[in-house]
Every structure is written in C-alpha cells, then in structure tokens.
C-alpha cells in the first residue's frame, strides 16, 4: 500500500496525559499537512513542513501542541497535556509540488479520545 | 467565522438523477476551490476543482460551477450513483499563500443515493 499512512487509528487517553501520532507520507511528497476534524465539522488546517522545515502553524495550533518531521520522511504531531477539546480525528495529508498544482492525499487520520 | 459554508447537512438523491450540492464561501482573496469526497473510516479524497479564472470544470460525471460574483460554487454530480453515497466537502485556498495544500473546508453535506 503506498497511501499516507496514519499510526495509531483510535487513540483513547485521560485528561492531562500526553499522546503521540505518527503520519507516513507518500514516499516521493515533499510536502506533508496536519488537520484536525471535530464533529460536524471539516477538517482543519493545522500546520505543515516541506521537507523538514515547518513553513507554518495555525493560530489553532495551542503551545501544548508541537510537529516534527525529521530527515523530511514521518511526521508526528504531539499533544501535552491533552484536554477533552482535543477530541478530534487527526488528519494527515501529503502532496508533491508541482509548478501551479498540489494534490492532498490524506490519511485515514487517527481519532483521539479524551476522556 | 466560517469562511466556507456547506448550508445542507444532508441530500438525499434517487440513483439516475441529478445530485446538486451547494457551497458559500466569504473570503475574497480565494482563488482556487475544491471539492473532497470521504468515505466512512477514509480520509478525504480529492475529486475535482475550479480555479476562480474559470466558471465551469467537468470531469466526467462530476461539474463543478463557480459563481464569483455570488462567491458561490455547487457540484453536479449526473447521473447519481449508490457509491456515490458519502460526505462531500468543500475547500477553498490562495493560490497566492503560502501553500495550495493550505484549505479551509465547509461543513460537509452528506449524500445518500437510493436506489
């Protein structure tokens, strides 16, 4: 399977514990994206990197919340200290940039529940 | 604030006709729309997209029409089909941001094809 890989699929944690996902782009992309959806609700643009570099973060995105994509492969995203607003499914998407074009190819996403 | 919006949460269409799924959006500097289908437990999946340039994009049974002046877009899908049946998402970006991987997505609307 060469889709976008999301680890772990449902991900249940207490009130102030911290948790780690973990995203595996399609091999070739460059560019790899967070989103975050609640119920009822679209997916949220979070933050992204190209290669390794993180270009930018959404106001969304709370200190207790930090990215990494080392080496420019795998992404993970973690949250300290979650809270029950955190309660979303976890989206990770990636895309190969071409001049005047990018596809996102998303994930299955990883669903937090804080209880 | 919700710069896109999906207004009908759910159409439910008989298989063979026309599914029209509508969408608003408020931010003036969009310049490129999408539209995203998800499949229970998927992620979403890129179907088709316009650039403001354009009033009408087709790809096979799928047309999607912009209407700038409106800032409104819908999506045609003829002639509908049962696996058709899933949420449908809207997205816009700026193609002069950062990131065409950058979207603000509508609600969603859910499509349910009988048939």
């Known amino acids: 399977d060469t889709g976008v890989s999301q680890n772990p699929r449902h991900k249940i944690t207490k009130r102030g514990q911290n948790v780690t996902f973990r995203c595996d782009p399609i091999?070739?992309?460059?560019?790899l994206y967070w989103y975050r959806q609640t119920l009822g609700q679209g997916p949220e643009f979070l933050t992204y990197?190209?290669?390794?570099?993180?270009?930018?973060k959404s106001r969304l995105l709370s200190d207790r919340f930090s990215a990494e994509r080392p080496k420019g492969s795998f992404s993970t995203l973690e949250i300290q200290r979650t809270e029950q607003g955190d309660s979303a499914m976890y989206l990770c998407?990636?895309?190969?940039?071409?001049?005047?074009?990018?596809?996102?190819?998303f994930g299955s996403g990883t669903q937090l529940s804080v209880l | 604030d919700q710069q896109v919006k999906q207004n009908s949460p759910s159409l439910s269409v008989q298989e063979g006709r026309i599914s029209i799924l509508n969408c608003d959006y408020t931010?003036?500097?969009?310049?490129?729309f999408l539209w995203y289908k998800k499949y229970p437990a998927e992620g979403p999946t890129f179907l088709i997209s316009?650039?403001?340039?354009?009033d009408k994009n087709e790809d096979g049974r799928f047309t999607v029409f912009l209407n700038k002046s409106a800032k409104h877009l819908s999506l045609h899908i003829v002639p509908s089909q049962p696996g058709d049946s899933a949420v449908y998402f809207c997205?816009?970006?700026?193609?002069?941001?950062?990131?065409?991987?950058?979207?603000?997505f509508g609600q969603g609307t859910i499509l349910t094809v009988h048939p």
């Open positions: 931010n003036s500097m969009f310049d490129y």
């Open positions: 091999s070739e992309h460059n560019r």
């Open positions: 990197f190209q290669n390794e570099a993180q270009l930018e």
């Open positions: 997205a816009a970006g700026n193609a002069g941001g950062t990131s065409y991987g950058k979207l603000t």
């Open positions: 316009i650039s403001s340039i354009k």
């Open positions: 998407a990636s895309s190969l940039v071409v001049p005047t074009n990018e596809k996102l190819f």
